[in-house]
């Protein structure tokens, strides 16, 4: 399972989601999420899903990374549904017993839902996939720039953000790693009780802690001795420019949320 998480991971490629400018794609993530929220049907949620689709086909990434992304929140697809079959009581009863109503609205809620969440994983991990560490920091911090009027550090917490980012992958591999030296010294991960299994973890969390504490020591020695005092003064080897392209995307990005709004409409006259 562990394995499966890509959360985090850069995947190099000459694409043309990959040539993007950094602000562009993060502007298009944020236009993602509200086409997202503002479908209020099937339709809708149909032409935000062919957006994202069409999007990582263009990308160049395999669609097993995309499975794989998928993989770790199961768990929570399957948790999400449930709530709402189970609570939703409104609408045509499909199935009764004893005190479990499973209604319409419930079942079509719950696969709406589920749809929803699928799709804004998917196109989250589609910005990290495209985008290396060092362009999301640049574009974090000239898309928050406006707040260093305030004396908000913009560098430092988009350093911040960009570097715990970053670091998921290593942590999940080392997590791994510990887990498989834990099992071969005869540590039992997989049967036993709830409590059980909770207190087998703690001799892998407490080494990832420890570990995650040298890395995090190592990291602030290594920018120490590179010099590195924060955003003052500080140049860059690749300005970010945006071009036609950048401007296309957004183009047709509006168009797909007009598009939504559209369908929506469809349905309701429907």
């Given at each position: 399972?562990?394995?499966?998480?890509?959360?985090?991971?850069?995947?190099?490629?000459?694409?043309?989601?990959?040539?993007?400018?950094?602000?562009?794609?993060?502007?298009?993530?944020?236009?993602?999420?509200?086409?997202?929220?503002?479908?209020?049907?099937?339709?809708?949620?149909?032409?935000?899903?062919?957006?994202?689709?069409?999007?990582?086909?263009?990308?160049?990434?395999?669609?097993?990374?995309?499975?794989?992304?998928?993989?770790?929140?199961?768990?929570?697809?399957?948790?999400?549904?449930?709530?709402n079959i189970l609570?939703?009581?409104?609408?045509?009863?499909?199935?009764?017993?004893?005190?479990?109503?499973?209604?319409?609205?419930?079942?079509?809620?719950?696969?709406?839902?589920?749809?929803?969440?699928?799709?804004?994983?998917?196109?989250?991990?589609?910005?990290?996939?495209?985008?290396?560490?060092?362009?999301?920091?640049?574009?974090?911090?000239?898309?928050f720039s406006p707040?260093?009027?305030?004396?908000?550090?913009?560098?430092?917490?988009?350093?911040?953000?960009?570097?715990?980012?970053?670091?998921?992958?290593?942590?999940?591999?080392?997590?791994d790693k510990i887990?498989?030296?834990?099992?071969?010294?005869?540590?039992?991960?997989?049967?036993?009780?709830?409590?059980?299994?909770?207190?087998?973890?703690?001799?892998?969390?407490?080494?990832?802690?420890?570990?995650?504490?040298?890395?995090?020591?190592?990291?602030?020695?290594?920018?120490?001795?590179?010099?590195?005092?924060?955003?003052?003064?500080?140049?860059?080897?690749?300005?970010?420019?945006?071009?036609?392209?950048?401007?296309?995307?957004?183009?047709?990005?509006?168009?797909?949320?007009?598009?939504?709004?559209?369908?929506?409409?469809?349905?309701?006259?429907?």
């Amino acid at each position: 399972m562990l394995k499966d998480i890509t959360i985090g991971q850069y995947f190099p490629g000459k694409s043309l989601v990959h040539r993007l400018d950094p602000r562009v794609k993060i502007i298009l993530i944020v236009a993602f999420i509200v086409m997202l929220f503002i479908a209020d049907s099937f339709f809708g949620l149909g032409v935000g899903m062919v957006f994202v689709l069409g999007a990582f086909l263009i990308s160049g990434i395999p669609f097993k990374m995309m499975l794989k992304s998928l993989k770790p929140i199961m768990p929570l697809l399957i948790f999400t549904g449930l709530l709402n079959i189970l609570f939703i009581r409104t609408g045509e009863v499909i199935w009764k017993w004893k005190f479990i109503v499973i209604t319409e609205l419930g079942v079509t809620t719950a696969l709406f839902m589920v749809i929803r969440i699928v799709a804004l994983i998917i196109g989250s991990s589609l910005l990290t996939y495209t985008t290396s560490p060092i362009q999301l920091t640049d574009a974090i911090e000239r898309l928050f720039s406006p707040l260093k009027v305030i004396k908000v550090p913009v560098h430092e917490l988009a350093m911040m953000m960009t570097i715990a980012l970053r670091f998921i992958p290593t942590l999940i591999e080392e997590t791994d790693k510990i887990m498989s030296a834990q099992k071969a010294r005869g540590a039992d991960l997989e049967t036993g009780s709830v409590i059980q299994r909770a207190k087998a973890l703690i001799p892998i969390f407490v080494p990832l802690i420890v570990s995650s504490f040298r890395r995090a020591e190592e990291l602030a020695l290594a920018m120490e001795c590179r010099c590195y005092h924060g955003g003052e003064g500080r140049t860059r080897l690749k300005q970010l420019k945006t071009s036609f392209r950048d401007y296309a995307a957004l183009a047709v990005t509006a168009v797909f949320i007009a598009g939504v709004v559209f369908a929506d409409k469809i349905d309701f006259i429907i």
